[in-house]
T-cell receptor, first 114, second 115 residues
Framework: EAQVTQNPRYLITVTGKKLTVTCSQNMNHEYMSWYRQDPGLGLRQIYY???????DKGDVPEGYKVSRKEKRNFPLILESPSPNQTSLYFC?????????????FGDGTRLSIL | KQEVTQIPAALSVPEGENLVLNCSFT??????LQWFRQDPGKGLTSLLL?????REQTSGRLNASLDKSSGRSTLYIAASQPGDSATYLC??????????????FGRGTQLTVWP
């Protein structure tokens, strides 16, 4: 089954403790992206990648890191999480580096930073 | 910076109604526009994608139109059903230089269709 898989689905942690949210897709997609969704602010793009070893900042990249060493994986790293990063996070992927194909989304990761 | 606005923010209709959701964007230099559906506690599902050179796309009871020059798109849902209840989001991809790969979302229209 074609899918985008995020782990963990839920995480409660404390300020300053490094964490990684993994994202994996099995569709051989070139384009992958991370978003956060907050009430009243909607979905905002954090980082995206058009292919292996190619990453670019989205609208709200501060406090996050990403890497794209393999085509299927696009982990989101919070080196020193803070409470304002409490949010619902989505990973997405699509065919083609330019992103002109429909995006497939994961089910989301709900992060709470205390 | 691209701004995407969706009106109305919420809509409640009886089953069987035809309805229109609106999306507007400030920068007409877009690559494409997508409509998504989001169910509570779930990720987004792509409904329709319209390339900048296209005027409309259809899938079943859904029809999306795009007027790039005026910065508007509409999603038309025919003969609405309770199963259509969800939040509908539109998103645009810009073509301007360094932001080519970015996707900008509206805040969505929360649709409730009651029996």
């Amino acid at each position: 089954e074609a899918q985008v898989t995020q782990n963990p689905r839920y995480l409660i942690t404390v300020t300053g403790k490094k964490l990684t949210v993994t994202c994996s897709q099995n569709m051989n997609h070139e384009y992958m992206s991370w978003y956060r969704q907050d009430p009243g602010l909607g979905l905002r793009q954090i980082y995206y990648s058009m292919n292996v070893e190619v990453t670019d900042k989205g609208d709200v990249p501060e406090g996050y890191k990403v890497s794209r060493k393999e085509k299927r994986n696009f982990p989101l790293i919070l080196e020193s999480p803070s409470p304002n990063q409490t949010s619902l996070y989505f990973c997405a992927s699509s065919f083609g580096g330019a992103g002109n194909q429909p995006q497939h989304f994961g089910d989301g990761t709900r992060l709470s930073i205390l | 910076k691209q701004e995407v606005t969706q009106i109305p923010a919420a809509l409640s209709v009886p089953e069987g109604e035809n309805l229109v959701l609106n999306c507007s964007f400030t920068d007409s230099a877009i690559y494409n526009l997508q409509w998504f559906r989001q169910d509570p506690g779930k990720g987004l599902t792509s409904l329709l994608l319209i390339q900048s050179s296209q005027r409309e796309q259809t899938s079943g009871r859904l029809n999306a139109s795009l007027d790039k020059s005026s910065g508007r798109s509409t999603l038309y849902i025919a003969a609405s059903q309770p199963g259509d209840s969800a939040t509908y989001l539109c998103a645009v991809r810009t073509v301007r230089g360094s932001t080519l790969g970015r996707l900008y979302f509206g805040r969505g229209t929360q649709l409730t269709v009651w029996p």
